[in-house]
């Protein structure tokens, strides 16, 4: 049977039950007294560090280190959490002995950059806070923390002025480097670019007059000699040639000489005759042939001379070619002698410039380094701090007192939800059981409840 509670019934719940309550929330109450009674002070001391501008004013000495104040203020924290200058102030002063005993120096400095707080205060000043469970313990941690710290930064900064001041000489060295680099630059590009200068323009382009001429002249002589190939023709040897044509007459001389022979004496005039006749094809044979070597040495000798021609006009070309892109080249060729010679040109200038600032720096980097022991100055030390910065032990109480009370509430309302008692006729009559008997109301103990039925009981049995 699922029940609904309103804000009065809630109340009144707590009310029946605030035996109930006040046990839970005593014994809540009573324990986290104890237990807060039991947590161990612990202090806090506090220094503030005063980040003192630069003197003289930079706006009459350019400074060596540009870093402004808020940034150093900012850069702060990480220097006074360098693990050297914690484990050096934990050796020094012997804090966290059982850490170190356990765990080591790293778990020290650890437990110290935890206890540790450092916040800026304004533009030009921070503070660093030390906590501990002795006062005196804090005051001198935070004091030797805040010296540490100047310490280091002095050391820092001479550090920073002197590389500054080697900076400062390694750039002069590296810019006359520099500039003769470039002045190298300029000699070797001018010597490697010597063909694409444009005061050579003139004769190249007579060059390349004489070479156009020449290439008039092999397309000539190509042509001629191409002519002279076609009035020799190209005719593959067989029947259809002068040679073939003659070796046929030729085997068939040869061929009726042979019968006639085998017939006839060799004093016969037909015998004779067909010699003879042989005798002339084999002369025609041979002139033949010989009018084809030499007409073919003739076709080679040409093809050759047609070669050599196409082979002088491709260079001659290609010589034309890069006559054109040297003519191309030299304006680029002239613009990029001329950025050469502006860089040089302004390389002479910075390093006139770094010299004249030389002797400006070192005179900066001498009245930074004098005035870097007053750039920070301690302005309030910790002291031993007199009452506990925690535990809020007011306020502890207070908390564990509305705890109890909520949980004392919470265990009635709990009690209350889980109670299965029949406290109303609507409830009884829900049941859809029959009524054996009623009783009256008791406004006695038991505070509006209504005696349990025998048969509920039964049901819920």
């Not at 002197?162 to 470039?182: C, D």
């Not at 030390?381 to 109480?397: C, E, F, K, V, Y």
Request: with cysteine.
């Amino acid at each position: 049977m699922e029940r609904t509670y309103t804000v009065n019934e809630l109340l009144g719940a707590m009310k029946r039950r605030r035996k109930w309550m006040a046990i839970v929330a005593g014994t809540v109450f009573a324990v986290s007294a104890i237990v807060i009674a039991r947590i161990p002070n612990e202090y806090k001391a506090r220094a503030l560090v005063m980040v003192e501008p630069m003197h003289p004013h930079p706006d009459l000495v350019v400074p060596v280190i540009s870093m402004t104040l808020e940034e150093r203020v900012k850069s702060v924290r990480a220097q006074v959490y360098a693990r050297q200058l914690m484990a050096t102030a934990i050796e020094e002063l012997n804090l966290y002995g059982r850490e170190r005993e356990k765990y080591g120096m790293d778990a020290a400095v650890e437990a110290m950059r935890l206890d540790t707080e450092v916040h800026s205060e304004g533009d030009d000043a921070f503070s660093i806070t030390v906590r501990a469970k002795d006062p005196a313990t804090a005051a001198k941690a935070t004091n030797r923390l805040a010296e540490l710290f100047i310490e280091g930064n002095l050391q820092v900064r001479a550090g920073q002025v002197a590389r500054t001041r080697e900076v400062i000489a390694q750039q002069l060295a590296q810019m006359r480097g520099e500039l003769s680099k470039a002045e190298a630059r300029t000699s070797a590009f001018k010597r490697a670019n010597a063909d694409t200068l444009p005061e050579l323009n003139e004769s190249r382009m007579r060059e390349r007059e004489q070479l156009a001429k020449q290439v008039e002249l092999e397309t000539a002589f190509i042509q001629t000699a191409q002519q002279r190939i076609d009035l020799i023709g190209v005719l593959p040897p067989g029947k259809d040639t002068e040679v073939g044509r003659l070796e046929e007459q030729v085997d068939t001389l040869r061929g009726r000489l042979g019968t006639a022979r085998a017939a006839l004496t060799p004093e016969h005039p037909d015998v004779q005759a067909l010699a003879r006749e042989l005798g002339n094809a084999q002369t025609r044979l041979e002139q033949a042939r010989a009018r084809a070597e030499a007409n073919d040495l003739e076709r080679r000798r040409m093809n050759e001379a047609i070669g050599r021609g196409r082979k002088n006009v491709g260079e001659h070309h290609a010589r034309m070619a890069a006559i054109d892109r040297l003519i191309a080249a030299a304006p680029l060729t002239a613009t990029q002698l001329a950025e050469l010679d502006r860089d040089t040109d302004m390389l002479k200038v910075k390093v006139q410039s770094l010299v004249s600032k030389k002797a400006e720096a070192e005179i900066a980097a001498d009245l930074e380094a004098k005035s870097a022991p007053s750039e920070f100055r301690v302005l309030e030390s910790a002291s031993a701090p007199t009452l506990p910065a925690s535990p809020n032990r007011p306020q502890a109480l207070l908390l564990a007192l509305l705890a109890a009370i909520a949980l004392g509430c919470a265990v009635a309302v709990g009690q209350e939800m889980s109670d299965r008692t029949v406290r109303s006729e609507e409830e009884a009559a829900a049941l859809s059981l029959p009524v054996l008997a009623t009783v009256p109301r008791l406004n006695a103990a038991g505070g509006g409840r209504v005696l349990a039925l025998p048969a509920f009981q039964g049901e819920q049995a």
